[in-house]
């Protein structure tokens, strides 16, 4: 098999594994399923644009892809219940909370062995999800801040968002507004502006601010040509009437 094929077969294993994970984990930062598939978007976006990349850099950053597919492979494992056996060379858990913590111990191993790697700084990421996930919002809101000032603006712009859901989930609302509005300003491929004013809005919804909401759907609907988007805050305005 000639060397291009091998590098595109992993690659394209990485990217599938990857989203499949980044997509589950998604749910801790919103509150609703309308808002969870644009804020999973983000991440499939970030994650298309910047793997391939990776196993072309060096090294260390093709030995860290490799253990990231391991990392979010058990992201994705299967729960069983309790009181069964788990079964031989079939990775499993008995709780998302066993699960998550596994994976985390992972991702931090990444982030330790190879901490100057594009790999590592997704590995940053997912550590910060899955520490909010586990309540350990001081540490995952540590994990977002540094995915933020990397240089890839497309990393550090969905770090951004997901550190904007966090704020807002745990009554920072201004700081969390702040946030929004940037990546309104300064939309990037992975984080685009409607992405970012459906989150904002969905925070002025529940922090009852109703009128900064409709505001917002009203907007979404007048810029974007897209159904998606539309159909969104089309459904939204309809709840706050």
Same mark, same amino acid.
């Given at each position: 098999?000639?060397?291009?094929?091998?590098?595109?077969?992993?690659?394209?294993?990485?990217?599938?594994?990857?989203?499949?994970?980044?997509?589950?984990?998604?749910?801790?930062?919103?509150?609703?399923?309308?808002?969870?598939?644009?804020?999973?978007?983000?991440?499939?976006?970030?994650?298309?644009?910047?793997?391939?990349?990776?196993?072309?850099?060096?090294?260390?950053?093709?030995?860290?892809?490799?253990?990231?597919?391991?990392?979010?492979?058990?992201?994705?494992?299967?729960?069983?219940?309790?009181?069964?056996?788990?079964?031989?060379?079939?990775?499993?858990?008995?709780?998302?909370?066993?699960?998550?913590?596994?994976?985390?111990?992972?991702?931090?191993?990444?982030?330790?062995?190879?901490?100057?790697?594009?790999?590592?700084?997704?590995?940053?990421?997912?550590?910060?999800?899955?520490?909010?996930?586990?309540?350990?919002?001081?540490?995952?809101? #540590?994990?977002? %801040? !540094?995915? +933020?000032?990397?240089?890839?603006? /497309? @990393?550090?712009?969905?770090?951004?968002?997901? &550190?904007? =859901?966090?704020?807002?989930?745990?009554?920072?609302?201004?700081?969390?507004?702040?946030?929004?509005?940037?990546?309104?300003?300064?939309?990037?491929? #992975?984080?685009? %502006? !409607?992405? +970012?004013?459906?989150?904002?809005? /969905? @925070?002025?919804?529940?922090?009852?601010?109703? &009128?900064? =909401?409709?505001?917002?759907?009203?907007?979404?609907?007048?810029?974007?040509?897209?159904?998606?988007?539309?159909?969104?805050?089309?459904?939204?305005?309809?709840?706050? %009437?």
């Amino acid at each position: 098999m000639r060397a291009e094929t091998r590098h595109q077969l992993k690659q394209d294993a990485f990217s599938r594994v990857t989203i499949g994970a980044a997509e589950k984990t998604a749910h801790w930062s919103v509150a609703h399923r309308s808002t969870l598939a644009i804020a999973a978007v983000a991440v499939v976006v970030i994650v298309a644009a910047v793997a391939g990349g990776w196993y072309y850099l060096s090294a260390q950053d093709e030995k860290a892809s490799l253990e990231m597919l391991q990392a979010v492979r058990t992201l994705e494992a299967q729960l069983r219940p309790a009181e069964t056996p788990a079964q031989p060379d079939v990775p499993s858990f008995t709780s998302a909370k066993e699960r998550s913590e596994a994976a985390k111990k992972q991702f931090q191993a990444i982030v330790d062995k190879y901490p100057h790697t594009r790999t590592a700084d997704m590995a940053r990421y997912f550590l910060g999800v899955t520490s909010a996930t586990a309540g350990d919002n001081v540490a995952a809101e #540590s994990s977002f %801040k !540094a995915v +933020a000032s990397t240089g890839n603006k /497309e @990393l550090a712009s969905v770090a951004r968002l997901a &550190l904007a =859901a966090l704020h807002g989930n745990t009554n920072r609302t201004k700081d969390a507004v702040a946030l929004y509005q940037d990546l309104i300003n300064h939309p990037t491929a #992975s984080v685009s %502006k !409607a992405t +970012a004013q459906l989150q904002l809005a /969905e @925070l002025y919804q529940t922090s009852n601010q109703p &009128l900064d =909401a409709k505001r917002i759907y009203e907007q979404i609907k007048k810029d974007n040509p897209g159904p998606e988007a539309v159909q969104i805050a089309t459904q939204k305005l309809t709840e706050l %009437k």
